[in-house]
């Protein structure tokens, strides 16, 4: 979700308020994907690099994702959507892991599926994994899969990066091995549930042959 920084300042506006406009962007999607035939949704909120950003920057993305979490939660419960988090979101300030914890146990019998990468970052996610085969054996593509912070979702289908940027920073590296790839120059504050049903339209037409003929 690229590109609320740039929203802000083409439309004059500070950082904060591209990030308000795109959190109002992720309400839109949410509240429009179940008719989409998705069965799991995964948003890139906060990666472990955005910690180099300026103090008031990372405050403000904080305090963002405490009214998130305070003000969706009711709809989450109330819509069947099981909330899913990746990444080493348990390094987060104390009030935010506790507002997770009591979100992820209030959604846990949801069926569709919010998967929400927070303090993410593939390569740590990867090492992670590893470490963690390692300890139990051996070390297969099979055993660090089942490490990984997705091991309980669905295989990753289509990813879709906004902004014009055309790379993954750090996201899903592994389990994009075989995913197909959406790049758009829409910012994500100005992305609608239009663009993202284009998006859908076009996977749907690609032949998918996964290394073979």
């Not at 989409?36 to 890139?44: A, F």
């Not at 180099?52 to 963002?64: A, F, I, K, T, Y």
């Not at 997770?100 to 303090?119: F, K, M, P, Q």
């Amino acid at each position: 979700m690229d590109g609320n920084g740039r929203w802000a300042k083409r439309h004059h506006l500070p950082r904060a308020m591209g990030h308000q406009r795109g959190v109002e962007a992720v309400r839109r999607l949410v509240r429009s994907v179940q008719g989409m035939g998705i069965e799991c949704l995964t948003l890139y909120a906060f990666s472990s690099e955005n910690w180099s950003r300026p103090d008031e920057e990372v405050s403000d993305l904080m305090n963002l994702m405490r009214k998130f979490i305070k003000s969706d939660l009711p709809e989450f419960i109330a819509n069947d959507v099981r909330l899913k988090i990746i990444g080493d979101w348990q390094g987060l300030a104390p009030d935010i892991v506790a507002m997770l914890e009591d979100a992820l146990e209030r959604t846990s019998g949801g069926s569709h599926i919010l998967a929400v990468a927070l303090n993410y970052g593939s390569q740590q996610e990867i090492a992670r994994a590893a470490t963690k085969a390692a300890a139990k054996g051996a070390i297969t593509a099979e055993s660090i899969a089942a490490q990984l912070d997705t091991a309980d979702l669905p295989p990753l289908d289509l990813l879709i990066r906004t902004s014009g940027e055309v790379r993954l920073s750090n996201f899903l590296l592994w389990q994009a091995a075989y995913a197909e790839m959406s790049f758009t120059d829409v910012l994500w504050p100005d992305f609608t549930p239009e663009h993202l049903q284009n998006a859908l339209d076009d996977f749907a037409r690609r032949e998918r042959r996964y290394g073979g003929r």
